[in-house]
């Protein structure tokens, strides 16, 4: 049985920091490219951050280029979400995602999905 845990979430005041955690159960870590994505109140799911396999490649969302950073640690099964710099509206449950192919910045490529961290950000 496959299980995407996060963690790391919080309430923080803008331009504070946070990390996320990602940990993985049940799958092969090192044959999936992993994903972050978020949903914010009354909007839809969007794409924030992809990592390959091997992290050779990552791939942001324009609006968290600079700001936070994804990684992995393929021994410890895990993927994290550094985040610097938080905003207002990078308030949002926080999802991670298992992907068996290439990066990707589309929802629809992934397989497993965590059940979600909440991030606030207060101004």
């Known amino acids: 049985q496959v299980q995407l845990v996060e963690s790391g979430g919080g309430l923080v005041q803008a331009g504070g920091s946070l990390r996320l955690s990602c940990a993985a159960s049940g799958l092969t870590f090192n044959n999936y490219a992993m994903g972050w994505f978020r949903q914010a109140p009354g909007k839809e799911r969007e794409f924030v951050a992809t990592i390959s396999r091997g992290s050779s490649s990552v791939y942001y969302a324009d609006s968290v280029k600079g700001r936070f950073t994804i990684s992995r640690d393929n021994a410890k099964n895990t993927m994290y979400l550094q985040m610097n710099s938080l905003k207002p509206e990078d308030t949002a449950v926080y999802y991670c995602?298992?992907?068996?192919?290439?990066?990707?910045?589309?929802?629809?490529?992934?397989?497993?999905w965590g059940q979600g961290t909440q991030v606030t950000v207060s101004s």
């Open positions: 995602a298992g992907n068996p192919a290439a990066v990707s910045t589309t929802g629809r490529a992934y397989d497993h």
